[in-house]
């Protein structure tokens, strides 16, 4: 098999699982993050017509400039936007469309103006259709990327374990794809950019794997249930004015703060892996709310890093004292729910992983 032959298998591979990928998120049997999945899905679809070009050709044996059509370069268009879509929904579920959106309407309608004068003659407008195609592209990409890494802080006000939560995969596949069209387009300017087809589509491909490994299996970010998913979602859209104004008063904060304390270490709550703010907040008998601000005001910590500090110390205990358990054990022991997690946020808070730290103790 020469590179030709190699290369257009490869492509087939890319548009076939994409196509593939997005109806299974269109249908979404698992049914969960919805809107998100749904959104994720028309992005996937997007996505595979990049490639429907050479797909046409290896069907037809002859060239076919599908990408070319004024309806096709409008929606390729909306590719960036509809990944940021995807991202809006799985970061806030309950995001509802409001007038004020119609700002995600100016680039395509500026776009899809340039298209027509372009039709129309105009051809200078070209330019102003490349650069807005380079604009969409970079300004929806790193602006999911900052709402991501939003994501990531939010998630901590309520969660103690953010392994499955934090859309770490949808962070890289911004990365890669980034880096991968730098590359592009520095090897377009100064070499025969043909001979990188291979390598640029292997990677795609692994990128396309990725995508699906991982979207597949994301589960519910936030509570199925809709108050306890407002409520939690509530929480960290106000989370700053809450700690600048006072939402309890100095009594009721050290009350709650003492009793906090109290279950901690007498109930151990921290032991179950799925504890989270709301589970918490019914076992004190208090409104998440109220709980968040104690935390966060009287303690100066968010909920992960609160909970995870208990967590770390009964780890610490049986390392030192439980020569039986392995570490995988210890980690499940201690209210983890995998080993990476357990390594990742130990040595967040020693700046030692477990086995390094279980070494030096039996020193």
Do not use: C
């Not at 990677?203 to 519910?220: G, H, W």
């Not at 104004?245 to 901690?264: A, C, G, N, P, Y």
């Not at 020569?323 to 040595?347: D, R």
Request: no cysteine; aromatic share 18%.
């Amino acid at each position: 098999m020469n590179a030709s032959e190699l290369n257009n298998f490869i492509v087939v591979l890319i548009y076939g699982s994409l196509v593939l990928l997005s109806l299974l998120k269109l249908s979404n049997p698992l049914k969960v993050n919805k809107k998100a999945n749904f959104w994720f899905g028309i992005f996937l679809f997007l996505w595979s017509t990049f490639w429907l070009d050479e797909v046409l050709f290896l069907v037809t044996d002859s060239t076919i400039e599908f990408h070319s059509l004024f309806f096709v370069r409008f929606i390729q268009f909306l590719t960036p936007i509809v990944f940021y879509f995807s991202v809006l929904f799985y970061t806030n579920p309950v995001f509802r469309f409001k007038i004020s959106d119609f700002k995600y309407a100016v680039l395509p309608i500026l776009f899809l103006i340039s298209l027509l004068l372009v039709e129309s003659g105009f051809y200078t407008f070209q330019y102003v259709i490349i650069g807005l195609i380079l604009f969409q592209a970079l300004f929806y990409t790193g602006l999911s990327y900052f709402t991501i890494r939003k994501h990531q802080k939010k998630i901590q006000q309520f969660s103690a374990n953010t392994e499955g939560i934090n859309l770490n995969w949808l962070e890289y596949i911004i990365l890669i794809i980034f880096i991968v069209s730098i590359i592009y387009v520095i090897y377009n300017l100064s070499y025969n950019a043909n001979s990188l087809n291979v390598f640029i589509n292997t990677v795609f491909l692994s990128v396309v794997y990725f995508v699906a490994y991982n979207s597949l299996k994301q589960k519910e970010i936030y509570p199925a249930e809709e108050k306890q998913r407002e409520e939690l979602i509530s929480i960290n859209d106000s989370e700053t004015e809450e700690i600048k104004r006072k939402l309890i008063s100095d009594e009721e904060l050290l009350r709650i703060k003492t009793q906090l304390k109290e279950v901690m270490e007498t109930q151990k709550p921290y032991l179950d892996s799925e504890l989270n703010l709301i589970k918490l907040a019914e076992l004190l008998s208090v409104s998440t709310h109220h709980l968040s601000y104690v935390i966060n005001t009287g303690f100066q910590k968010n909920f992960f890093q609160y909970v995870n500090e208990f967590r770390i110390h009964y780890a610490k205990k049986l390392l030192k004292d439980n020569h039986k358990l392995s570490i995988l054990g210890i980690a499940y022991e201690s209210g983890f729910n995998s080993k990476t997690s357990f390594n990742t946020t130990f040595k967040k808070f020693t700046n030692q992983t477990p086995s390094e730290f279980k070494n030096s103790s039996d020193l």
